[in-house]
C-alpha cells in the first residue's frame, strides 16, 4: 500500500489546517488507518486513528477536542482536521496504515506532511 499526506503548512497559533491522506490498493479503502506526528528531537507520537467505515475512532489526550479524524472511503482518503492549533503541534505528521496507539500496530507509513505552528 502507498500512502501520501498532504495539507500541511505554516499555521499561526489558534489557526486550523486540514491534513489528507491518499492511499492506494485495490482494498485500501478497507483499512484501519491512523496519524502520527514527530516533532523535531522528540519520538514519534500516536495523534488519532479510525476504523475502515469509521465505526471507531481513538485519539490522543492531546487531540481530543481540537482535532477530528475522518475518511471518505470513495476517494480512498483519510483526513485530519486540525483546529486551535498551538505551538507544540508543530511536527510532521505521517499517516499509517493500523488501528491504536502504539507504533507497532502500523505497518505501512506515508513520507510525512510539515505542519508549523507559528507567529
Known amino acids: 500500500v502507498q500512502l501520501v499526506e498532504s495539507g500541511g503548512g505554516l499555521v499561526q497559533p489558534g489557526g486550523s489546517l486540514r491534513l489528507s491522506c491518499v492511499t492506494s490498493?485495490?482494498?485500501?479503502?478497507?483499512?484501519?488507518m491512523g496519524w502520527f506526528r514527530q516533532a523535531p528531537g522528540k519520538e514519534r507520537e500516536f495523534v488519532a486513528c479510525?476504523?475502515?467505515?469509521?465505526?471507531?475512532?481513538l485519539y490522543a489526550d492531546s487531540a481530543k477536542g481540537r482535532f477530528t479524524i475522518s475518511r471518505d472511503d470513495s476517494k480512498k482518503t483519510i483526513y485530519l482536521q486540525m483546529n486551535s492549533l498551538e505551538y507544540e503541534d508543530t511536527a510532521v505528521y505521517y499517516c499509517a496504515r493500523g488501528y491504536g496507539s502504539s507504533r507497532s500496530r502500523y505497518d505501512s507509513w506515508g513520507q510525512g506532511t510539515q505542519v508549523t505552528v507559528s507567529s
Open positions: 490498493g485495490r482494498t485500501s479503502s478497507r483499512y484501519d
Open positions: 479510525i476504523t475502515w467505515r469509521g465505526g471507531s475512532t
